[in-house]
């Protein structure tokens, strides 16, 4: 596990897009009753299945939650295409720059 830069590791995405507004409380209940039946979907997969999210919308989320919480994630290539990623990493790594 990597050390994170501040207190809030311990929110999850999904209560990250309530919290902010992106989604409401229903949508991210409707999401994880959908994730009991493949526990291996990811909560942002299943708001773009839905058609709650589009994947851009779920990027840039991640990247605030990323921010957020400071968690570097090693899985977001589960569904996301390498463009997608390479994007996503590069607004982090801008933003870790800015930050220094």
Known sequence: MTESHND????????????NNIITQNQLEEALELQKDNKERLVGE??????????????MALEGFLVYTGIDVNHVDEWLDQDEIDMLMNRLKNNKSKSS
């Open 46 to 59: 299943i708001l773009v299945t839905l058609g709650i999210l589009s994947k851009e919308d779920i990027i």
């Open 8 to 19: 809030n590791t311990e929110i999850k995405f999904g209560q990250f897009l309530v919290e």
